[in-house]
């Protein structure tokens, strides 16, 4: 009898134990990210084709240098050597020239580890974290440190899910155009898992919906002057100051277009957060919709939600209608020149 | 004692068969895509300032064209079109809406009497890949994609049902509105014309007819920025003296001054005036089209509206976005409606509503 009730009292004990190692918030975590700035080749349509059909893709104007182009992108690596690069989880491969994806619950820190590997000075900066490093522009070539703290006020406030959307950038002049954005994802304190992902959710996808004038990426002499994105051999005076929509504007979603995204997955009656975002080219002005599916914005149901300029969000979505579905711009002059990927929901 | 129980009971009877929600319904529609030739202002005249129209623009065709709407019939026969009421003319090219509550199926028995493939696509909606009625490599097999592309003088009927996920949201009021368009080739179809509503009751707050039981009057308006040269008709109407009469030539695909900002398919005030009454429980309901710049502000004069729980007379909206704003008008009068962007309401998007007493 004496043995049960201390066999039972132990349990108790036990249980009380695990209970507070399970209820009691993680500490706060410090994160590292070693990032780059790197100068790379990009085609927004690798394929050569549109996935999305059954129309072809509109045939570039003379004055388009083509789908090549030189781009600047933020990419992770493996430590402060930057020798390595961080290989990108295969199912993050849709994040195409988006920086890489960054997490972290309120309280934490986060490091970031900055090298300029390209030939222009670029800086990093987030949006709605509290950084130190200052603005100031980062030589080719050199590093910088920077600590990005997650106070209460950069979480998510009393409306928003678990979890919101920052974004961090570069900030130069001349840089809007350049690609260097990324992402990162801030959970509600006791609301993250390990990663830092919320505990609340089964699946998370960013999407960036971005307009690149090629004329004002700094990369843009690069580009005029390599035959591998100029095999037209155009010449630099028959550009004319930049205008408005001129032939080497192109709108992408994470980089891709015509349905070149890699196909996202997700499970019907999943809960799947979407996290959207735009830059600050000069018509980003954007409309995400989704097709077979609804999502909860702040409260109300829609399909289609609006999105200004250098603008994060979040939506919910618990997809019930299995099959592959679009995701695209509703502006016509965006999905008109490819501004569309797709989504499978599975059984 | 025993009369006062028996008749309690049948109280109680009586009143769990009223307070029971009402039973899932089957709501069909006959929708056809018909041809029009629409004029943008039948008056001739600008109705705001009184004034005649703008002088044509050096490539504009005029002020009519060949489009195509989406109308609705009594039956399978297609050969009567259901008669719009007056007080609903101010929807002019948009429509037919479509009422169901959460928990409804809607089918919609759909005919193209047009001479293009054209579909109904619903937004908001769960249904079979077979009535997305959206054309696009989904890997579907060729036989569930008749719904994607009707061709024209056929026949095709769309199912959709109607979940929670398809109704109001927490922060939404009793009903949500979603558009349905057709999208075989999206960009042209959408400035072609055929543009309708679909408006989605919470369960247990809609009257038979779908309607929501607190409201008194549902308005219906859309923010279209009609860009002619991407309809499917453009060269039809390039062609067409009685639409291009000045015989403008398109000098490639496309015409510069072919972009009409409209309300309901109407501009400079040519939209007959919606009518309500004061103290009415109004609902109107907002949405724009997908071209370049549609952008817009629509600002009501007069009154104030509660959209997503604030006070407002102003709401922004992106292409194909669609809102719901509730008034209850206590300013009696003729009220202007309009969109804020300027080159909008110097175009003529802007309309009148009246609040009679």
């Known amino acids: 009898m004496r043995r049960a009730a201390l066999l039972v009292a132990a349990a108790a004990a036990l249980a009380t134990a695990l209970l507070a190692i399970v209820v009691q918030p993680a500490a706060a975590r410090e994160r590292t990210y070693y990032v780059a700035a790197d100068d790379v080749m990009w085609n927004p349509i690798p394929s050569g084709r549109n996935l999305e059909g059954p129309r072809p893709i509109d045939p570039l104007p003379p004055s388009s240098l083509g789908w090549k182009f030189h781009l600047l992108v933020y990419r992770e690596y493996t430590d402060a050597t930057f020798k390595t690069r961080a290989p990108r989880p295969a199912d993050q491969s849709y994040l195409g020239i988006t920086g890489p994806l960054m997490r972290a619950e309120v309280g934490d820190t986060i490091t970031v580890v900055f090298k300029n590997n390209t030939r222009f000075p670029v800086n990093m900066r987030p949006n709605g974290l509290k950084s130190t490093g200052g603005l100031a522009l980062v030589a080719p070539g050199s590093r910088k440190t920077y600590r990005w703290s997650v106070p209460e006020s950069s979480g998510p406030g009393p409306a928003d899910g678990s979890s919101i959307l920052w974004t961090y950038q570069a900030d130069g002049k001349d840089l809007a155009d350049s690609g260097l954005y990324g992402p990162i994802v801030v959970t509600r304190r006791g609301m993250a898992q390990p990663d830092g992902s919320p505990n609340d959710v089964d699946r998370e996808f960013v999407v960036w919906f971005h307009e690149i004038d090629e004329t004002l990426s700094p990369t843009w002499a690069e580009s005029l002057a390599d035959p591998a994105t100029n095999p037209h051999h155009l010449k630099a005076s028959s550009y004319p100051p930049p205008v408005l929509f001129n032939n080497n504007i192109y709108v992408n979603l994470n980089g891709f277009a015509y349905g070149n995204m890699p196909m996202l997955f997700m499970h019907r009656g999943e809960r799947v957060r979407w996290y959207v975002f735009t830059s600050s080219s000069a018509f980003d002005f954007h409309a995400p919709s989704w097709e077979g599916q609804t999502v909860l914005y702040r409260g109300t149901r829609l399909d289609v939600i609006p999105l200004n300029v250098n603008q994060p969000a979040a939506v919910d979505m618990i997809p019930d209608d299995p099959g592959v579905w679009q995701i695209y711009c509703s502006v016509n002059i965006h999905l008109d020149f490819g501004m569309e990927a797709r989504f499978t929901v599975l059984q | ?357």
């Open chain 2, 1 to 357: 004692m025993r009369r006062v129980l028996l008749s309690l009971f049948g109280v109680a009877l009586l009143f769990g068969a009223f307070a029971r929600p009402a039973q899932a319904t089957i709501r069909t529609y006959y929708i056809a895509a018909d041809e029009v030739v629409w004029n943008y202002a039948p008056s001739g005249m600008d109705v705001i300032t009184g004034k005649p129209l703008p002088p044509l623009a050096p490539k504009q065709l005029g002020w009519a064209f060949h489009k195509a709407a989406y109308h609705q019939y009594t039956d399978a026969t297609f050969k009567h079109m259901t008669v719009r009421p007056a007080d609903e003319s101010y929807m002019g090219l948009f429509g037919p809406v479509i009422h169901a509550e959460v928990g409804d199926t809607i089918v919609i028995h759909f005919k193209n009497q047009t001479r293009f493939p054209l579909s109904v696509h619903a937004h908001g909606m769960l249904y079979d890949k077979s009535s997305e009625g959206a054309l696009y490599q989904d890997g579907m097999p060729k036989s569930t994609k008749l719904g994607d592309g009707v061709p024209p003088g056929q026949q095709f009927t769309y199912s959709w049902r109607v979940p929670d996920r398809a109704g109001p949201g927490p922060g939404d009021p009793s009903s949500v509105m979603w558009m349905f368009h057709s999208h075989v080739d999206e960009v042209h179809d959408v400035n072609t014309g055929p543009v309708g509503a679909i408006v989605i009751t919470r369960k247990g707050m809609a009257k038979p007819d779908g309607t929501p039981k607190d409201v008194d009057r549902e308005i219906f308006v859309v923010f279209a920025e009609e860009d002619e040269s991407s309809s499917l008709f453009f060269p039809a109407n390039v062609a067409d003296p009685t639409i291009n009469k000045r015989h403008v030539k398109a000098a490639g695909p496309y015409l510069t001054d072919d972009e009409l900002f409209s309300i309901n398919g109407f501009v400079y005030g040519n939209m007959p005036m919606p009518t309500m009454r004061l103290g009415e429980r109004v609902r109107w309901y907002v949405m724009a089209t997908m071209s370049d710049f549609d952008f817009h502000t629509p600002h009501w004069h007069g009154n104030t509206l509660l959209i997503d729980g604030m006070r407002t007379d102003i709401t922004d909206i992106s292409p194909m976005e669609m809102r719901v704003g509730d008034m209850v008008p206590d300013a009696a009068g003729i009220w202007l409606l309009h969109c804020h962007v300027n080159i909008h309401l110097d175009s003529g998007m802007e309309a009148r509503y009246e609040v009679l007493k």
